[in-house]
Structures are given as structure tokens and as C-alpha cells.
């Protein structure tokens, strides 16, 4: 409660104002801190409808758990954990004909002294209290009809089960076709991720899950930092030093050794559309098209690009979108980069989305305000995964890192400053392109603009 009557959620130095409540509904919410019955939201009255609105609340902001307690055996069975904001569980209706079976993505692991059940493609986590609860949930590992699992599972809840198929932890198959194996579950472009490039993905950007992102610095009470320099190995050593050219260095050279961080920007002379032209045509513009067998005998032909920077296996499955904040000739917005037209086309996101993407690079650069041109490098997976499986994603993540240096090496050289940024929001990337989060999404960021500061001359 603060001091003018209005309820906080309070975390270190951290507020979120919740709104004013009635001293009732205050009192009534007063057990959320340990487990407030659902039932206390039910009805009509005032104070049950100032409760309901205090914990969807709490519940858009991530700040509840959910507790399936059995009085009978004086534990909590399961725990669910949301992983996205706006999660709230909605047990899905099941009848005793249904068919069940996990997702091929559900794990079940140990954090801490726990159990828990986690999925790249659900909003939330189940803590497991009871180990009935994942003997069950292993005899899922195949289909099976609800009837067939009353029968062997005396405690099975039902409800947990229809939460479970909610949160993405079960898929319901159709009885006539399906075996529940990996085409049955989503479309083509879930069909080709792999289960370890799918958890990878979400739990190495922000978005899908509730852990800390960046430099949080976990362990370092724990374990100290690396040295900078590796300890020289003790064998014989070849002294390069006396090969070192005593001519002047090469353009090339120079501009390798130029290229660095640039994170705050000339807000008064910002980067024009031009210059945005000429960077994006030397970096990123497609050289030319071309088609090749399939190479799997089955006579197709497959399309491919050629791209000013290397990719793998010729897939250029990487595309650029642009929030631009402050370009001279260009509208403030959100923009694809059509690479086969090089052209700028606009997407429908709103002023608060572009707002709230540019300021996470803003916060990511520690700068002093938002960059001029935000570029994120968004992969269409299932075009690198229809051919390499299971490196498909670890190759998403080289081809991002020869697309930065192209970034950086284009900007110095043509006098403009740029920052790599080493997080993306991939939920936030979902809403603004309404594209599902496994058919395209972020895999890196690039800050652009006219550096605050003079260039250094030569
Ligand atoms: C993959 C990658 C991610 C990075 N992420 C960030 C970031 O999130 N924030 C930031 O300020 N700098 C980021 N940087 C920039 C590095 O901090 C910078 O390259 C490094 O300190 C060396 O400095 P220099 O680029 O000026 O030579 C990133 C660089 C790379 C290559």
C-alpha cells in the first residue's frame, strides 16, 4: 500500500503501480503472498470484482504463480510458472474420447532441488511436486485416450491435464489420422526445428521466459573471470613479429583496424535516406539468382541468392527489418528491407512497439538515448532447416556474426558509427510482424547512425 492509497508491486528499486483498491479487497487479497483461492475472485460483488482486477493485474505483469494444492496430501502437485506476461491458465475442456500425447518439445529437468516441465512453445512452466504427476506425464511419450489413462492413473486430474494442454505441454491428436510423431504437431515451418535449436532459440533472447538476459554477471562470486589472453601453450614458439610489413598498411587494412562501437548518435544530423541506400545496398542488396537441383534426387528445383556477405550453404535465410526513430527522407517507422527489390517496404507496428524495441537498445548500449536506425536481423529458420537439421540453428547464428562485421566494416567506412547489440526480444519481434515466433524471427541487432562524435581523420 503507498502512501496515496494505491497498491505497488515492489522489487529492489522497482514499482509498478497496480491502481487504488477498497481496504476490503486489500484484506481479501492479503493471501496472494502464499496462495489466494480462485474462489475469492468469483462473484459480483465489489470487493470480488477489486481482487479480480488486482490479480489480472499482477497476472499481466508475470507476478503470480499458480498453486494446483491437494489438501489431501498437503502439497502443492504442481506449480505453474509463467514465462509471458500476459499468461492465464485456461483449462481446455476434455472428453473421455481424447487423444493426448506430449509435445515432441516438453522436457522434464531438474533446477535446483525441483522437477520441472518446460517447453520452448508454452507460455508457462510446470513445477512437478508429485512424482505421480510425471509418471504420468511419461506414459504421455506416447498417445493416449483419456478413458485408457482414468483407468491406470488413479489421481489423475483432469484439470492439470487440460492445463497442460493449454500451456502447450500436450497436443490433442485427431483419432483417424496421426501418431502424434513430429509432422502431426504445427505447420511445416515447426516440422523442421529441432528440439535443442527451438529451446536455444528461446532461452538465448528475451521474450519466452522469465530469467534474467545479458550481463548479470550469475556465478561471478563463484568462479573468477577468464584471463583476457589465453596462457601462451609451452612448445617451441615462431616469432611472427619479424614479418611485419614496413609498408604503409593497405585501405583494407586501415579500415579493419578503424572499425569500432558506436553507441550514441548525432541527433541533429542524423544518417539520411541516402547513405541508408548505399549501406544497405553495399551490405545486404541481393548480387543475383540463381537455381539448382535439390540435391535429395526428388527433381525440384531450389532458388537460391547471391549476397555481398557469406552464408551457409547459400540459404541467405537472414532478413532485415528497420525501426527507423531519426532518418533524414525517411518517415519514423518499422520497415522490411526487400533485398531482391532493395527497397523499404513498411509494417504495420505501433508507435508504442517501436518505441518499446528501440528502447531495449537503447538500454542494451547503456547510451544516452535511442540509435538513429535499429536493425534487426530476423532468420526464416525452415529455410536453412529444411537442409541442415540439427546445425541448422548454430548456422542461423555464424551467418548473423558475418553479417555484423559486414555492418561494422560498411559503416567505417563510410564515416558512420554502429553498435552490435547481443539481445533481441523475439516475443515483442512476434507481435510487431505478426509472425509466429518459430516461422521468423530476431537472432541479432544492429545499431546505425552519425556518431555524436567526429571521426578520427585517415
Ligand atoms: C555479438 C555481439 C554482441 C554485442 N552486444 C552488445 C550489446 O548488447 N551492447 C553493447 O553496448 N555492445 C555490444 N557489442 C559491442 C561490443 O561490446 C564491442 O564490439 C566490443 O566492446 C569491442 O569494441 P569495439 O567494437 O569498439 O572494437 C556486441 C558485439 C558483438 C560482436
Known amino acids: 500500500m503507498q502512501a496515496d492509497g494505491s497498491v505497488a508491486a515492489v522489487s529492489g528499486d522497482h514499482s509498478l503501480n497496480l491502481g487504488q483498491y477498497s481496504r476490503a ?39 503470480l504463480d499458480y ?11 504442481v506449480v505453474i510458472e509463467p514465462q509471458v506476461a500476459e499468461y492465464w491458465p485456461e483449462p481446455a475442456k476434455l472428453s473421455n474420447g481424447d487423444i493426448l500425447v506430449l509435445s515432441r518439445f516438453a522436457y522434464l529437468r531438474r533446477r535446483g532441488n525441483e522437477m520441472v516441465l518446460e517447453s520452448p512453445r508454452a ?36 484439470e492439470l491435464l487440460g492445463l497442460l494442454l493449454d500451456g502447450g505441454m500436450l497436443i490433442k491428436l485427431d483419432p483417424k489420422h496421426g501418431d502424434g510423431l513430429r509432422v502431426n504437431e504445427g505447420d511445416g515451418n515447426l516440422v523442421l526445428w529441432d528440439f535443442h535449436d527451438l529451446v536455444f532459440h528461446t532461452r538465448s533472447t528475451e521474450g519466452r521466459h522469465s530469467e534474467p538476459v545479458g550481463g548479470a554477471y550469475a ?7 577468464l584471463p583476457a589472453l589465453r596462457p601462451s601453450w609451452t612448445g617451441k614458439s615462431v616469432s611472427l613479429d619479424k614479418f611485419v610489413s614496413a609498408a604503409p598498411a593497405s585501405p583494407f587494412t586501415r579500415l579493419l583496424h578503424a572499425r569500432h562501437s558506436t553507441r550514441d548518435f548525432d541527433d541533429r544530423n542524423p544518417v539520411t535516406l541516402p547513405e541508408l541506400a548505399q549501406f544497405l545496398g553495399t551490405t545486404a ?41 531519426n532518418c533524414e527522407g525517411l ?37 544516452s538515448g535511442p540509435p538513429q536506425i535499429l536493425i534487426t536481423i530476423a532468420a526464416r529458420f ?21 553479417m555484423i562485421q559486414t555492418f561494422y566494416l560498411t559503416a567505417a567506412d563510410m564515416s558512420l558509427g554502429g553498435c552490435a547489440i547481443g539481445t533481441s526480444n523475439i516475443d515483442l519481434f512476434a507481435r510487431m510482424t505478426g509472425l509466429e515466433l518459430h516461422v521468423e524471427g530476431p537472432v541479432g541487432q544492429f545499431a546505425l547512425g552519425r556518431s555524436a562524435q567526429r571521426p578520427i581523420p585517415g
Open 123 to 158: 507460455g508457462a512452466l510446470f513445477r512437478i511436486g508429485d512424482p505421480a504427476i510425471a509418471a504420468t506425464l511419461a506414459s504421455l511419450s506416447r498417445p493416449q485416450k483419456i478413458s485408457n489413462l482414468r483407468r491406470r492413473a488413479a489421481a489423475l486430474d483432469i
Open 331 to 367: 518517415a519514423r517507422g518499422f520497415y522490411h528491407y526487400d533485398a531482391g527489390r532493395h527497397a523499404l517496404v513498411s509494417l504495420d507496428a505501433s508507435p508504442e512497439q517501436i518505441r518499446a524495441l528501440l528502447a531495449t537498445a537503447e538500454f542494451a548500449m547503456d547510451a
Open 285 to 325: 542488396r541481393v548480387l543475383s539468382e540463381w537455381k539448382s537441383g535439390d540435391d535429395v534426387g526428388g527433381g525440384g528445383e531450389v532458388t537460391y541468392t547471391s549476397r555481398p556477405y557469406p552464408a551457409a550453404g547459400s540459404a541467405y535465410e537472414l532478413e532485415l527489418y528497420l525501426a527507423v526513430s
Open 67 to 77: 498453486r494446483l494444492f491437494s489438501p489431501r496430501d498437503a502439497q502443492d502437485m
Open 382 to 402: 525452415g529455410r536453412i532447416a529444411w537442409k541442415y537439421s540439427s546445425i541448422a540453428y548454430s548456422l542461423v547464428l555464424k551467418d548473423v556474426g558475418c
Open 219 to 225: 556465478y561471478a562470486a563463484a568462479v573468477p573471470s
Open 25 to 63: 479487497a486489500i484484506e481479501r487479497a492479503g493471501p496472494l503472498a502464499t496462495g489466494l483461492p480462485l474462489a475469492s475472485l468469483a462473484g459480483r460483488s465489489i470487493v470480488a470484482r477489486q481482487v479480480h482486477v488486482l490479480v489480472r493485474r499482477l497476472a499481466w505483469h508475470g507476478l
